[in-house]
């Protein structure tokens, strides 16, 4: 009877320790299948905090005066994803400023073609030359212009030599990947006139820079898509 006893609860015990091990093993699975989960949702939400958001769209229809503007705005990032941006002293970024602009009436856009004077005292008329010339990989012409522009204004002269040092080593130098094209005897002016900067150090090179984006660009500025597009969407 003793022996027999001792069978049964060995048998049970066994039975107790199989049922045990499997609960173990169905308690890991269960486990690891959690564990997989949380990393799927995990992976999925960190996939949509990375993922950029969607471009809101416009709320109404600003007219073909806000459209120029727009399609600026695509031409200018089509520019950018082919030829780089190119930025200088002082320099702003277009696409910003000319969506935040009031667009140009289709009086002042008609006006820039009658003489180059009438596009560059624009402020909308240079924002949209300097983008076509952001195209024709000649932006530095229009940067090194407003630079000089910019140091006309200055009457400190500690602020006058580190401008006129800036411009220099930007556009001037030949060691400068935004180096302007000027002939010998003006870098001669210049530097003759960088040994004591003044706001009108770099006035001849500036005219030169003015003459050569008035006969070379502007012409082809003028049969450009950007400005027939701007003509189309203003007329």
Same mark, same amino acid.
């Given at each position: 009877? &003793?022996?027999?006893?001792?069978? &049964?609860? #060995?048998? *049970?015990?066994?039975?107790?320790?199989?049922?045990?091990?499997?609960?173990?093993?169905?308690?890991?699975?269960?486990?690891?299948?959690?564990?997989?989960?949380?990393?799927s949702r995990a992976g999925a939400h960190a996939q949509s905090a $990375?993922?950029?958001?969607?471009?809101?769209?416009?709320?109404? +229809?600003?007219?073909?005066?806000? #459209? #120029?503007? #727009?399609?600026?705005?695509?031409?200018?990032?089509?520019?950018?994803?082919?030829?780089?941006?190119?930025?200088?002293?002082?320099?702003?970024?277009?696409?910003?400023?000319?969506? /935040?602009?009031?667009?140009?009436?289709?009086?002042?856009?008609?006006?820039?073609? *009658?003489?180059?004077?009438?596009?560059?005292?624009?402020?909308?008329?240079?924002?949209?030359?300097?983008?076509?010339?952001?195209? !024709?990989?000649?932006?530095?012409?229009?940067?090194?212009?407003?630079?000089?522009? !910019?140091?006309?204004?200055?009457?400190?002269? !500690?602020?006058?030599? @580190?401008?006129?040092?800036?411009?220099?080593?930007?556009?001037?130098?030949?060691?400068?990947?935004?180096?302007?094209?000027? +002939?010998?005897?003006?870098? @001669?002016?210049?530097?003759?006139?960088?040994? $004591?900067?003044?706001?009108?150090?770099? +006035?001849?090179?500036?005219? /030169?820079?003015?003459?050569?984006?008035?006969?070379?660009?502007?012409?082809?500025?003028?049969?450009? /898509?950007?400005?027939?597009?701007?003509?189309?969407?203003?007329?």
């Amino acid at each position: 009877m &003793k022996q027999g006893k001792w069978t &049964k609860n #060995c048998s *049970e015990n066994v039975g107790l320790l199989n049922m045990t091990s499997v609960m173990r093993r169905q308690s890991s699975t269960s486990n690891e299948n959690d564990v997989r989960m949380r990393n799927s949702r995990a992976g999925a939400h960190a996939q949509s905090a $990375d993922s950029p958001p969607s471009s809101p769209v416009p709320a109404g +229809d600003r007219g073909s005066r806000a #459209c #120029c503007f #727009c399609w600026l705005y695509n031409y200018s990032l089509a520019v950018k994803g082919t030829n780089g941006s190119q930025s200088g002293a002082g320099d702003k970024k277009l696409t910003g400023v000319a969506v /935040q602009e009031e667009p140009p009436s289709v009086e002042e856009i008609a006006a820039w073609s *009658e003489s180059f004077d009438r596009l560059m005292r624009s402020n909308s008329g240079r924002t949209f030359f300097r983008e076509f010339l952001r195209s !024709e990989y000649s932006e530095e012409n229009m940067l090194f212009w407003l630079a000089c522009e !910019e140091l006309k204004k200055e009457d400190n002269p !500690e602020v006058v030599e @580190e401008k006129a040092r800036l411009i220099n080593e930007d556009y001037i130098s030949i060691l400068s990947p935004k180096e302007v094209s000027l +002939d010998s005897r003006v870098r @001669e002016v210049i530097n003759r006139n960088m040994v $004591d900067p003044t706001p009108h150090t770099f +006035d001849e090179a500036q005219l /030169q820079i003015y003459t050569l984006m008035h006969r070379d660009s502007y012409p082809r500025f003028l049969n450009s /898509q950007l400005y027939k597009r701007l003509l189309q969407q203003t007329s």
